[in-house]
């Protein structure tokens, strides 16, 4: 005998529950919505529609695979950022809405410095870490003059990358390379080259905190979570180099973990940074690091 949509949710809802999923309803919804390719107010308007057989069978294999901690976003293939949608994947990490913040301030800090300048100077922006390159493709949307260079040591991150910014139509204006921060710059051809701004959503959890993470957020790539014993041997590499490659005026903008702020800022201080400016986020975590060369 077949189900309905609403009988097909409350099951698939339960389920979720027992597997100690957060909003066990919302979830199943979602995961319904992207089976049917619909949005979840579809769901609601037509929740005596009967699913097949095969609808039934495939939906149930969803909720089994985010019942066993799958990421939803991995499940979708997709996640939104900046209102936009990018393609996410297994191995590479998956962007998050406090990540906003750190684009936010960079966008912020161009406009002024366009302002300031009185010209259509074009910017030229290093984005260290690029992982899904949801960084990156926000600020070349937004800064339509704007030249990036991506970074990330792991191949499967970039090519992903390359994909986000064909989707929205940057990829012209992007140019991604592998290698750890600064070093895969050093091993590029044609000379040294500096940037207006610098940015990074580096790993900044403890070591020791990884085992306590969530399920589905210890399914994500382990290089793109830990940042060392302290949390804060990324923030170390970046702070080393970023003077060599950031011109002046210029900006380096830096995600933070809760609880880093202090001392990430003191770090900088010590680097030659003055006047640091840190942003809360929603939660009123202070969430990013704005210094100023």
């Not at 590479?92 to 936010?104: A, G, S």
């Not at 830990?226 to 990324?234: F, K, Q, R, V």
């Not at 005026?249 to 001392?263: M, R, S, V």
Request: aromatic letters at 8%; a neutral charge.
């Amino acid at each position: 005998m077949g189900k309905n949509i609403r009988e097909a949710l409350q099951e698939a809802a339960s389920f979720l529950q027992r597997r100690d999923i957060e909003g066990p309803r919302v979830e199943a919804e979602l995961l319904l919505a992207f089976l049917l390719g619909v949005n979840r107010p579809y769901l609601y308007a037509h929740s005596d529609a009967e699913l097949s057989p095969d609808q039934l069978e495939r939906f149930s294999e969803l909720c089994r695979r985010r019942g066993d901690g799958e990421p939803l976003a991995y499940i979708r293939g997709e996640k939104e950022f900046m209102g936009l949608p990018f393609y996410v994947e297994a191995g590479v990490f998956i962007p998050r809405p406090e990540t906003e913040h750190l684009v936010e301030g960079v966008l912020q800090w161009a406009r002024e410095y366009a302002g300031s300048a009185g010209t259509e100077e074009r910017l030229n922006l290093l984005d260290l870490g690029t992982g899904s390159g949801c960084i990156a493709v926000s600020l070349a949307l937004n800064l339509p003059s704007a030249l990036l260079v991506a970074v990330d040591c792991d191949m499967k991150a970039l090519a992903l990358a390359r994909r986000n910014s064909r989707r929205h139509g940057v990829e012209t204006r992007i140019s991604f390379l592998q290698g750890q921060f600064f070093k895969a710059l050093a091993a590029r051809k044609g000379g040294k080259k500096r940037f207006n701004v610098i940015v990074s959503n580096p790993p900044y959890i403890e070591e020791g905190i990884l085992p306590g993470l969530p399920r589905e957020v210890q399914q994500e790539p382990r290089r793109a979570l830990c940042g060392g014993m302290d949390g804060l041997e990324a923030y170390r590499e970046i702070l080393r180099g970023a003077g060599e490659y950031l011109l002046s005026p210029g900006l380096l903008a830096l995600e933070l973990g809760a609880g880093q702020a202090a001392e990430v800022t003191a770090m900088a201080r010590r680097a030659g940074f003055t006047a640091p400016l840190v942003l809360r986020d929603y939660a009123g975590i202070e969430r990013v690091l704005l210094l100023h060369s």
